[in-house]
């Protein structure tokens, strides 16, 4: 065995795309895929897409794993599903029609329902979210950067919506069935019974029952406060403030609050411990 393919990253469990494709060229192969009258290779992708054959050939996997192609005969060869057809056809009536199905297309997949679930509270850093579906895929370190394109991907499609501050929101168009909130005896029953529960589906407490931040009165009401750093760094960080944050946006904050230490503790000329 060579050292390359013991070196080799281990495959997550989830299908994930290329990351040596982009979010937008991804978008422009699979509505070529789609689009196809018949069955094609990565070199009929090229000369619709321009994106080169090799990083053609590398989407093809995503975009099969999704229903909207399928293996034909011959080496190497798609052919569009029905699901793909639809998809083609509503792209062809218009960009917004087009990335609408493809999202509806994506709907059921392990990634759109597990950011759904992730930010149903609400907005939430996208490190945390890229965290959330590293772990839902089961994805190493060395894979990293394909979750940032899939995150891209939902970026592109619609499904998030970017806000200041490197945050993400559900977009609300893209509507994914919520489960029924179950009380506490209904949570209990059903884990004394042994019922599985999905990974991907975390039981939150009501927003009601997390008391919500203190004002502080030094932090101008202003919707443009946000910009100013000293006024937004000024206000202490309260409980409440901190009880609303996730695990993963929690891992966030101390990774980059080191990261602060560490370049403050440089400027002022002295040494962290």
């Known amino acids: 065995m ?11 469990t989830k ?24 069955t094609f290779t990565a070199r009929d992708l090229e000369q619709v897409t321009d994106v080169p054959a090799r990083r053609c050939g590398l989407v093809m996997a995503f975009v099969r794993a999704y229903g909207l192609i399928e293996q034909a005969p011959g080496r190497s ?16 009536a218009s960009e917004e029609k087009g990335l609408r199905a493809l999202r509806e297309a994506w709907q059921k997949s392990w990634f759109a329902r597990g950011a ?16 959330k579906l590293m772990r839902l895929s089961q994805a190493d370190e060395a894979q990293h950067r394909k ?8 970026v592109a499609v619609g499904m998030l919506r970017p806000e200041d501050g490197g945050y993400l929101r559900w977009n609300e168009g893209a509507t994914i069935p919520k489960p029924r909130a179950r009380s506490r005896a209904e949570a209990s029953d ?11 589906d975390e039981s939150a407490e009501p927003a009601a029952s997390i008391p919500s931040p203190r004002p502080h009165a030094d932090l101008p009401a202003s919707g443009t406060a946000h910009k100013d750093l000293i006024r937004l760094l000024s206000p202490p960080i309260l409980l409440a403030d901190l009880a609303r944050l996730s695990a993963e946006d929690m891992v966030a904050l101390h990774g980059h609050l080191r ?3 560490a370049i403050l503790a440089k400027l002022r000329g002295s040494s962290m411990t």
Do not use: F
Request: charged residues 20%; glycine residues 6%; aromatic residues 2%.
């Open 2 to 12: 060579t050292s390359s393919r013991r070196n080799a990253p281990a495959p997550a």
């Open 15 to 38: 299908p994930l795309p290329t990351d040596r494709v982009l979010a937008h060229e991804h978008l422009a192969i699979t509505r070529a895929s789609c689009a196809a009258k018949d």
């Open 77 to 92: 060869a798609y052919r569009p599903t029905e699901a793909g057809k639809k998809v083609a056809q509503a792209w062809e």
């Open 116 to 131: 759904s679930h992730r930010l149903a509270q609400g907005a939430a850093l996208r490190v945390g979210l890229v965290s």
């Open 147 to 154: 979750v940032e394109i899939l995150v891209d991907l939902m």
């Open 190 to 200: 059903s884990v004394a019974d042994g019922a599985p529960v999905d990974p991907s």
């Open 259 to 261: 990261g602060l230490a």
